[in-house]
């Protein structure tokens, strides 16, 4: 009988092709008016790439209205702001995304595959180096595509982590106790965790506060 093995990968993509197979060929969209933006949208201006975190419209009876926007650099991960007058154009563009599965560190790269076709793809560290701590083996992340470059990975909310490290409960130790200790998860991350969770248990960890949320 047959196990259950998986298949062998049938390639390793480059990040040119990935990114190219899983993005549709799409016009470019036409310019809109920094005023019309809203958070979560996605843009670029003087040859930076932003995501929207919010926008705030200010005018004034002498003044033009003026667009603060709060964006978040895509590439490089930092906040900032940006104030346009009304009459300002941005270029919208169409961010694709794509469901992977995690599979190892190697090395100088991170190996995610497709949990359907079996393909593969490496990713340099450099830039995911806050992710990676939150990168357990088998879990689902999300790769994100603009044009024929990787921009990165989005993790889930919440991510369910082995214990490997921490001081042992003593008798006594409940839910309802309150307190914690220091513990060590199977990727290094440390955290705070409950008394009574034990080394061996699985915990599910906030992958943007990076704390303790429940037992997994």
Same mark, same amino acid.
């Given at each position: 009988? @047959?196990g =259950?093995t998986?298949?062998k990968?049938?390639?390793?993509?480059?990040?040119?092709?990935f990114?190219? !197979?899983?993005?549709?060929?799409?016009? @470019?969209?036409?310019?809109?008016n920094?005023?019309?933006?809203r958070?979560?949208n996605?843009?670029?201006?003087?040859?930076?790439?932003?995501?929207? /975190?919010?926008?705030l419209?200010?005018?004034?009876?002498m003044?033009?209205?003026?667009?603060?926007?709060?964006?978040?650099n895509?590439?490089?991960?930092?906040?900032?702001?940006? $104030?346009?007058? $009304?009459? #300002?154009?941005?270029?919208?563009?169409s961010?694709?995304?794509?469901?992977?599965?995690y599979?190892?560190?190697?090395?100088?790269?991170?190996v995610f595959m497709?949990?359907k076709? #079996?393909?593969? /793809?490496?990713?340099?560290k450099?830039?995911? *180096?806050?992710?990676?701590p939150y990168?357990?083996?088998?879990g *689902?992340?999300? !790769?994100?595509c #603009?044009d &024929?470059e990787v921009?990165?990975? &989005?993790l889930?909310?919440?991510v369910?982590?082995?214990?490997?490290?921490? *001081?042992?409960?003593?008798?006594?130790?409940t839910?309802? =106790?309150g307190?914690? @200790?220091?513990?060590?998860? &199977?990727?290094?991350?440390?955290?705070? !965790?409950?008394?009574?969770? &034990?080394?061996g248990? @699985?915990v599910?960890?906030?992958?943007?506060t990076g704390?303790?949320?429940?037992?997994?």
């Amino acid at each position: 009988m @047959k196990g =259950n093995t998986p298949q062998k990968p049938r390639k390793r993509w480059q990040e040119k092709e990935f990114c190219s !197979i899983i993005t549709p060929y799409l016009e @470019k969209e036409k310019k809109m008016n920094v005023t019309e933006l809203r958070p979560g949208n996605y843009f670029e201006d003087e040859n930076t790439l932003y995501q929207v /975190i919010d926008i705030l419209l200010n005018k004034t009876a002498m003044r033009k209205m003026v667009a603060k926007v709060k964006v978040r650099n895509v590439r490089t991960g930092a906040i900032t702001e940006l $104030s346009r007058n $009304s009459g #300002y154009d941005v270029q919208p563009v169409s961010i694709t995304k794509k469901v992977m599965q995690y599979l190892y560190d190697g090395g100088e790269t991170l190996v995610f595959m497709d949990p359907k076709t #079996y393909e593969q /793809i490496e990713l340099p560290k450099v830039g995911l *180096e806050s992710q990676i701590p939150y990168l357990a083996p088998n879990g *689902e992340v999300t !790769i994100a595509c #603009y044009d &024929e470059e990787v921009l990165g990975i &989005e993790l889930p909310s919440k991510v369910a982590l082995e214990v490997v490290d921490c *001081e042992p409960g003593v008798r006594g130790d409940t839910v309802t =106790n309150g307190g914690s @200790k220091d513990a060590v998860l &199977e990727t290094g991350l440390k955290i705070r !965790i409950p008394l009574f969770i &034990e080394k061996g248990e @699985k915990v599910l960890v906030d992958t943007t506060t990076g704390k303790y949320d429940k037992r997994a």
